[in-house]
């Protein structure tokens, strides 16, 4: 493989990936507004998801990489939908913590 070649795989491969994140982002959007959330709801519902029941809203907060505020928006909105919980953690009722409902 010469140098050009190297070009046009890095070119192809860089046009490739756009076009995949973009189409990504589309099914996500359209993922998102069938459940009535908007897509930045949907990265607590992953996260949660991974870290398991009963997140503290910081670890959440953390891991998704928003402010705390940001994210009381968002589970506003996952509440109001009835996809989340969120109550006093029972180890300390300073924090709330997030579930998934059923």
């Known amino acids: 493989m010469t140098t050009g070649d190297g070009a046009y795989l890095l070119r192809d491969l ?12 589309k099914m996500a959007r359209e993922a998102a507004a069938r459940h009535g959330v908007s897509e930045a709801a949907s990265a607590p519902l992953v996260w949660i998801e991974r870290l398991g029941e009963n997140v503290r809203q910081n670890t959440l907060a953390d891991a998704i990489g928003i402010e705390g505020a940001s994210l009381v928006r968002l589970i506003d909105e996952l509440q109001a939908s009835g996809l989340v919980t969120r109550e006093p953690d029972p180890s300390d009722r300073r924090a709330n913590v997030v579930s998934l409902t059923d």
């Not at 860089?14 to 982002?25: E, F, I, K, P």
């Open 14 to 25: 860089t046009r490739d990936l756009l076009l995949v994140g973009r189409l990504w982002r």
